[in-house]
């Protein structure tokens, strides 16, 4: 009875927030589900529905939302957390709107959850997952989660008490990913054979053995630290593919491909012929934020969340080799970006933006990029109003032109909500 006192209640918030334009209610009713019944999350999950838990610092949105396409596509009812809420008030928040009118259960083929890497452990004190994908492990809100290696230790400690029933999905060129998977868990793994990079690159994250902790060695680089690694001394290196090329990536960038290769290995382990998985990912949109477009009055627009160093580089060098002439970078430091903001010392803008491109920048820390890019020799135009750095600077693009908005996590919120009128909560 209570929990379905807990859904009425929450699909009630989230058509208040709605109908308000407050938001789309994607935090507030489970905020309030999980203050009422602390394990709401396990109970309202009906034990058919195959949970699937998708995990990693960078490209969690983007990979749960290509799965729950493919998914989708291939005539299966998903769940999915679609709002981005990765911690576990948004995780209640999905599964509350998701489970029909009149009831307290969800019962789905799926349900697909990005979650936050630092809830990580305590969401599996709540879910079994089915299948678990693994991305990567890069620094982000170091004022939050502290390094790498911190996170890296809750993680193993939470995946030591993995069933056989769980499937692990991991990124085998970032060595603390591949070695997640466990003698109980099925593993398998994806990655990359490309050679972008012919050194380590400045800020690279995790570069030591997590066996021993001695420096790895490298055959080829994609970015960072990922790429074929090997230890010299305990000979620790990076497992067997199962999957590491397609014929489509529906994403730009190297980024793009993990995330695609992600997918397609998930959905190959589902049964799911390469046919349909090919032909669904050809009809993929991005979700909103990452790598979304929009066009006014025959402008384009297009943002690219970049929330930590490893991000923003691979943003950049996304829209250097698309040839972006526009670009407007936009710097917040709300609690869910990190305050700290010493992390842009970390980007390489000084070989990552051509001195001839039109740069602007805003935001609350405008001064703190504008510097940054003060030291890299870069002109830019300052806006302490992120609305009139918008308008300013699709009103002087050419017609046709695009500008490309580089955005960490509330920033990119707030440009699109000047863009649709419209915030998400």
């Not at 596509?73 to 998903?78: L, M, R």
């Not at 979650?115 to 452990?121: A, F, I, Q, T």
């Not at 997590?210 to 994609?222: A, D, G, R």
């Not at 943003?315 to 080799?321: D, E, Q, V």
């Amino acid at each position: 009875m209570l929990n379905f006192l807990i859904v009425l209640i929450g699909k009630s918030v989230s058509l208040f927030s709605n109908f308000f334009n407050l938001g789309s209610g994607g935090t507030w009713p489970g905020h309030i589900a999980l203050k009422l019944n602390k394990n709401f999350i396990d109970q309202a999950i009906d034990s058919k529905t195959k949970i699937v838990l998708v995990a990693g610092t960078n490209g969690k949105t983007s990979t749960a939302t290509l799965i729950t396409h493919i998914l989708t596509q291939c005539g299966n009812q998903v769940a999915h957390n679609k709002t981005g809420a990765n911690q576990l008030n948004g995780i209640a928040s999905a599964i509350i709107s998701e489970i029909p009118k009149l009831s307290n259960k969800l019962i789905k083929d799926y349900l697909i959850l990005e979650v936050d890497e630092n809830v990580l452990p305590l969401a599996l004190k709540k879910l079994t997952p089915n299948t678990m994908i693994c991305l990567n492990l890069f620094r982000d809100q170091l004022d939050r989660y502290g390094e790498i290696d911190s996170i890296v230790k809750k993680w193993r400690d939470s995946f030591s008490k993995l069933s056989t029933n769980t499937t692990l999905i991991l990124n085998a060129d970032d060595p603390q990913m591949a070695i997640l998977g466990t003698k109980k868990t099925k593993n398998y793994f994806f990655g990359l054979n490309l050679n972008l990079e012919k050194e380590i690159q400045h800020g690279a994250d995790s570069i030591f053995c997590p066996n021993c902790q001695s420096e790895l060695i490298y055959k080829t680089i994609s970015f960072s630290h990922l790429g074929n690694w090997a230890c010299p001394t305990c000979k620790l290196k990076r497992p067997s593919l199962d999957i590491s090329s397609s014929n489509f990536f529906p994403l730009a960038g190297t980024y793009g491909k993990y995330i695609t290769l992600a997918a397609i290995l998930f959905a190959k382990n589902q049964k799911i012929s390469q046919e349909k998985i090919l032909s669904s990912i050809k009809k993929f949109k991005p979700p909103f934020g990452r790598q979304e477009k929009f066009e006014i009055n025959g402008k384009k627009i297009e943002i690219l969340l970049s929330k930590n160093p490893t991000s923003f580089n691979e943003s950049l060098k996304t829209i250097k080799n698309q040839g972006a002439k526009n670009v407007l970078l936009v710097l917040n430091d709300h609690y869910v970006d990190g305050i700290d903001v010493s992390w842009i010392w970390d980007i390489d803008f000084e070989n990552l933006l051509s001195k001839s491109t039109n740069i602007a920048v805003s935001g609350e820390r405008v001064y703190d990029i504008a510097i940054r890019l003060k030291y890299a020799e870069k002109f830019t135009h300052i806006f302490t109003d992120l609305d009139e750095a918008i308008n300013k600077m699709i009103e002087n693009i050419a017609m046709g032109e695009k500008l490309y908005v580089l955005a960490n996590y509330s920033a990119m919120l707030e440009t699109r909500k000047i863009l649709l009128g419209r915030k998400l909560l």
